[in-house]
């Protein structure tokens, strides 16, 4: 099994509640994502600093290697395997503002 694999693996395992809590609710924003966007921007939040933890110490490790040129692609090949398990995970910290709704102003012709 190549090292990111191993990373994201090991990621899943030690934080098993975290991410069981982050599926959950990503189930439900992929069927509403209105309704559940501020429940799914909360969780998100602590999953993606866990994410990021250890996105740091799989680079850490290789740019202790000497391998720091490929740092960078290792990371991308990380967070590609990431979303292999939740595809929304680009979507944590979306914003949604209420807009009012839409009203066509008529026109009076003077006739």
């Known amino acids: 099994m190549t090292k990111y694999k191993e990373y994201v693996e090991r990621m899943l395992q030690t934080e098993e509640a ?5 599926k959950e609710i990503h ?6 994502q209105d309704k559940f966007q501020e429940e799914f921007n909360l969780v998100g939040e602590k999953v993606l600093r866990v994410v990021r933890e250890w996105e740091n110490k799989l680079c850490r490790q290789s740019e202790k290697a000497g391998f720091g040129n490929y740092t960078a692609g290792l990371a991308e090949k990380f967070q590609a395997e ?5 595809p929304l995970i680009d979507h944590v910290g979306i ?17």
Do not use: M, T
Not at 27 to 32: C, G, L, R, W
Not at 82 to 86: D, E
């Open 82 to 86: 990431v979303k292999k398990f939740f």
């Open 18 to 22: 975290l991410f069981q809590e982050f």
């Open 27 to 32: 189930a439900k924003y992929s069927s509403d």
């Open 95 to 111: 914003i949604i503002e209420e807009k009012p709704p839409f009203n066509l102003k008529r026109i009076k012709l003077g006739y």
